[in-house]
């Protein structure tokens, strides 16, 4: 799953790019670009998944290059994270429905990343379930994806599945409903307390059954609680 993901970075500022293009490479196929004009060509050669630009650019404006990119049939279909200042995120951009996420600069670097990370991860699931196998469900191991961002991303993506974790012999059974926890099995332990067990869980494997359904519901507390 790493690197499965192409990025596009925008940003007219070279310490800022050059900061987020370090931060993002470890888990995504990072392209930069320092301005829109220079995107727009990048993207029309290799479409992105997911674009991280900057608003305020010289020329054409973060907004401008994404609505300019959703117009092509081509280059259409990706995501899309806006950086901008509070007031330009508060006044222009959020009632344009620009962006799946905005991110006020400035930032602090890791809660950037993290930010960014949830949505490539959301992505990488998605462009894992459209190429399961036969059998319908999506196998990975939790050195690529852990469990709370596994958690994260069917809770983004509002899926229903049933996710299956092993590591070292032990087993976890946690049911999902429009991405929250609505069930959850390890051994003796049911609900929370059997999702709680496997939360910090960085090896083994996991397996998604997007068939899979239960109408038990043991869980108190919501996906983003847990």
């Known amino acids: 799953m790493e690197n499965n993901i192409k990025l596009l970075l925008v940003d007219d500022n070279p310490m800022v790019l050059n900061m987020l293009q370090h931060a993002l490479t470890p888990f995504a196929n990072v392209?930069?670009?320092s301005d829109s004009a220079d995107a727009l060509l990048k993207a029309?050669?290799?479409?992105?998944?997911?674009?991280?630009?900057?608003y305020r650019m010289p020329g054409m404006d973060g907004r401008q290059l994404v609505e300019k990119l959703k117009s092509r049939p081509a280059t259409a279909n990706f995501s899309?994270?806006?950086?901008?200042?509070?007031?330009?995120?508060d006044?222009?951009?959020?009632?344009?429905?620009?962006?799946?996420?905005?991110?006020?600069k400035p930032f602090f670097l890791k809660e950037a990343t993290k930010r960014i990370k949830r949505i490539v991860d959301r992505l990488a699931l998605e462009k894992m379930a459209k190429t399961a196998p036969?059998?319908?469900?999506?196998?990975?191991?939790?050195?690529?994806?852990?469990?709370?961002?596994?958690?994260?991303?069917?809770?983004?993506?509002?899926?229903?599945?049933?996710?299956s974790l092993s590591n070292a012999g032990e087993k976890c059974e946690v049911f999902f409903a429009e991405g929250q926890v609505k069930h959850a099995t390890y051994g003796s332990l049911v609900g929370d307390a059997a999702v709680f067990k496997?939360?910090?869980?960085?090896?083994?494997?996991?397996?998604?059954?997007?068939?899979?359904?239960?109408?038990?519901?043991?869980?108190q507390l919501n996906t983003q609680g847990l």
């Open 80 to 89: 899309a994270i806006m950086l901008a200042s509070r007031s330009d995120i």
């Open 91 to 104: 006044e222009r951009l959020s009632p344009q429905d620009v962006a799946d996420d905005y991110i006020a």
């Open 44 to 54: 029309v050669d290799d479409p992105p998944d997911l674009l991280v630009c900057d």
């Open 31 to 33: 392209v930069a670009a």
């Open 134 to 163: 036969s059998d319908g469900v999506v196998r990975g191991n939790l050195a690529q994806m852990n469990v709370i961002d596994l958690m994260q991303s069917l809770e983004m993506g509002r899926k229903s599945c049933q996710l």
């Open 198 to 219: 496997v939360l910090r869980w960085t090896g083994g494997n996991f397996e998604l059954n997007f068939e899979g359904k239960t109408d038990k519901e043991t869980t």
